[in-house]
């Protein structure tokens, strides 16, 4: 209740402001817990979003019920240290989930955040926007300040996608 208290107060200034609240992740650990929190949150201001790490074999489901039109996720591969039994270990899984929650969100009419400094898997990304003909508006790639991208990022832009950089 303390959280949720605490949260009611910053989402209250999160919409006096129109300002944009994403509700990040950390350990699996807190994934429940932080995902009950976001839910809380979005009955009160719609100007919300959730992370969702692809190495966990658990965000298919949390994403198959989270995403629709006006739904807002960040997509990211994922760094903490988990248990093989409840996330991908080799990267090629990881990058096919990845590529598995993409289809998902462009199915379900939500905005996507791609944050991956994962060339071949941006390439593939790409393909599926293509071949789906997704509208620029519902996606957006995102990265870490300092990250060398030899070039992509003005590469991502030229070709008129939306690049974040996270700072």
């Known amino acids: 209740n303390t959280a949720k208290k605490n949260f009611e107060r910053i989402i209250n200034n999160a919409e006096k402001y129109s300002n944009f609240l994403r509700f990040d992740m950390e350990s699996s650990s807190h994934t429940n817990d932080t995902l009950k929190i976001y839910d809380y949150c979005l009955k009160k201001y719609s100007g919300v979003g959730v992370v969702l790490q692809a190495y966990l074999k658990r965000s ?3 994403l198959e019920r989270l995403a629709k039109p006006g739904f807002n996720a960040r997509i990211c591969k994922g760094i903490y240290k988990e248990n ?4 991908y270990q080799d990267p090629e899984e990881i990058r096919i989930n990845f590529l598995r929650m993409v289809e998902i969100m462009i ?3 939500a905005y996507a955040c791609y944050a991956t400094h994962d060339q071949n898997l941006i390439d593939r990304i790409i393909d599926m926007i293509k ?9 957006e790639f995102q990265v870490l300040y ?17 690049v974040r950089v996270y700072v």
């Open 84 to 87: 093989p039994s409840i996330a």
């Open 146 to 162: 300092g990250v060398p991208m030899n070039g992509r990022l003005e590469d991502l832009i030229k070709n008129g996608y939306k």
């Open 131 to 139: 071949k789906h003909k997704l509208s620029t508006d519902k996606f």
């Open 107 to 109: 199915s379900k009419e």
């Open 60 to 62: 298919i489901s949390d």
